[in-house]
């Protein structure tokens, strides 16, 4: 059982060996996690990974089969999601498109009963909070992508949730849009304060706008670090190949005896230089601020990143590994010893 806990009296929300199986087939499995009271984590991993029913159990709407659902220290498991204090933003934002902007931000209160004065009160608020008070008499239907998304955003925060959960909030927006609107979401949830789960795909997403980033893979949590360290210190090879681009290199192929053992080099570590390993360029992809040159050196394909003059496809160069990680059967070795630059001829 994996759990990352940090300190914090009462946690935001503590998710407790969760375990669903549909299908006859172990969705999440046995999975622990504690999340600190306005902290942002997001679960990232591949789909079919778990990390959508994960969020499912978190908000009520799948029970789980074994575990339990804390939300700043009160077991919500039994409830549904009309009863837990937790509001969603959903992948297709959901809304009435035959009701005002106003009115669909406002909708739960109605649900609740929430007095008409009061209720109001709070529709503008959190309007204002968005940025969409021009809009509130708009209609779904006139308003961007982005401001859909920030009604929705309103919707859940008019609720006044302790928990703020996101379900792949932006990937119905194209990719400049998508970079503008985690920027505004993330400072509205550090204004807040609030306790928020971000589930994604996008692992630059999840690196740009979380405190800790929860990699998933087969139902279980693989790692939780911050982003900083989870692209330094990757704890497990499928960590390391899913977060970044790498390059692994076999311990046998540096004369080491070892068959379990493998090195990983970030593109950014393979150096170009004077006096190195023998390598040829066989292919250049600009990527604006730097260049992707694909390598072949002595029957290995790498890739190194080059910022400044790049060499040119069929060109014979040498290079060498700045820095490398020592993977042993699949799990980062703690004493990360220097990769010698020698690769077998």
């Not at 893979?217 to 497990?236: H, W």
């Not at 080059?306 to 004493?335: K, N, T």
Request: with cysteine; net charge negative; charged share 25%.
């Amino acid at each position: 059982m994996l759990d990352t806990t940090p300190s914090s009296h009462v946690p935001g929300l503590r998710l407790a060996s969760l375990t669903k199986t549909l299908g006859g087939r172990t969705i999440v499995d046995d999975l622990s996690l504690t999340i600190a009271p306005g902290e942002l984590v997001a679960l990232l991993g591949p789909s079919g990974c778990g990390k959508t029913t994960t969020l499912r159990m978190i908000a009520g709407f799948l029970a789980p089969d074994r575990g339990g659902v804390e939300v700043a220290g009160r077991d919500v498991t039994p409830l549904g999601p009309d009863k837990r204090p937790s509001a969603m933003v959903f992948q297709n934002y959901a809304l009435w498109p035959h009701m005002t902007v106003a009115k669909n931000v406002g909708y739960p209160l109605r649900v609740a009963r929430t007095p008409r004065r009061e209720a109001d009160e709070r529709v503008a608020e959190v309007l204002e909070l968005v940025g969409l008070t021009h809009h509130a008499r708009s209609r779904p239907a006139r308003i961007s992508g982005g401001e859909q998304q920030r009604a929705s955003l309103a919707r859940a925060l008019v609720q006044r949730p302790k928990l703020l959960l996101l379900d792949e909030p932006l990937s119905n927006l194209d990719a400049k849009l998508r970079v503008r609107v985690r920027e505004e979401i993330r400072d509205i949830q550090q204004r807040l304060g609030i306790t928020t789960v971000l589930v994604t795909h996008d692992q630059e997403e999840a690196m740009a706008v979380s405190d800790r980033v929860a990699v998933m893979n087969g139902g279980r949590i693989e790692q939780v670090s911050d982003p900083a360290d989870l692209y330094r210190a990757p704890a497990t090879e499928f960590v390391a190949r899913f977060i970044g681009r790498s390059n692994w290199v076999p311990a046998l192929d540096l004369g080491e005896g070892e068959d379990s053992v493998q090195y990983m080099v970030r593109p950014e570590h393979v150096a170009l230089v004077d006096d190195g390993i023998p390598a040829r360029v066989t292919r250049v992809l600009p990527h604006g601020h730097f260049v992707e040159v694909a390598l072949a050196a002595r029957g290995h394909d790498l890739r190194a990143f080059v910022s400044g003059e790049a060499p040119a496809v069929g060109d014979h160069v040498r290079i060498r590994f700045a820095h490398a990680l020592r993977y042993v059967d699949g799990i980062l070795a703690e004493d990360d010893a220097p990769v010698e630059t020698e690769l077998a001829a």
